[in-house]
C-alpha cells in the first residue's frame, strides 16, 4: 500500500532554513507528479509546492522565491527546501499527490518557526 513518511521539520527562528524530505513506497513514483502540503492549526490544509513527473515545479505565491520543492526518484523520494522561513509558515508539512491524493496521507512534520 501507499506509503508517505516525512521528516525534516524543527523550531527555527525567522529568517532560517530548513529542508524536507519525504520517502515514498507503494506506487510507481516516476509517474506520479508530487507536491508538499500544510496545515496550520484551525486552517484548511493548502499545497504549497508541485513538481511534476517531467521536473516542472509550481509554487503557491505565499513561498515562491523561498521554497524550493526538487525530486529524486532513484530514491523514490521528495524535497522541500524552504529558506527565510517566516513565523506565517508555521504548519505540520505533508507530502502526497497535487490536485488528486492518495487517500493515504503520512503522519506529516512539523515546522515551527519564531519570530
Known amino acids: 500500500q501507499v506509503q508517505l513518511v516525512e521528516s525534516g521539520g524543527g523550531l527555527v527562528q525567522a529568517g532560517g532554513s530548513l529542508r524536507l524530505s519525504c520517502a515514498t513506497s507503494?506506487?510507481?513514483?516516476?509517474?506520479?507528479?508530487m507536491g508538499w502540503y500544510r496545515q496550520a492549526p484551525g486552517q484548511q490544509r493548502e499545497l504549497v509546492a508541485s513538481i511534476r513527473s517531467s521536473g516542472t515545479t509550481n509554487y503557491a505565491d505565499s513561498v515562491k522565491a523561498r521554497f524550493t520543492i526538487s525530486r529524486d526518484n532513484v530514491k523514490r523520494a521528495v524535497y522541500l527546501q524552504m529558506n527565510n522561513l517566516k513565523p506565517e509558515d508555521t504548519a505540520v508539512y505533508s507530502c502526497?499527490?497535487?490536485?488528486?491524493?492518495?487517500?493515504?496521507w503520512g503522519q506529516g512534520t512539523q515546522v515551527t518557526v519564531s519570530s
Open positions: 502526497n499527490r497535487p490536485y488528486a491524493p492518495f487517500a493515504s
Open positions: 507503494g506506487f510507481t513514483f516516476s509517474i506520479n507528479d
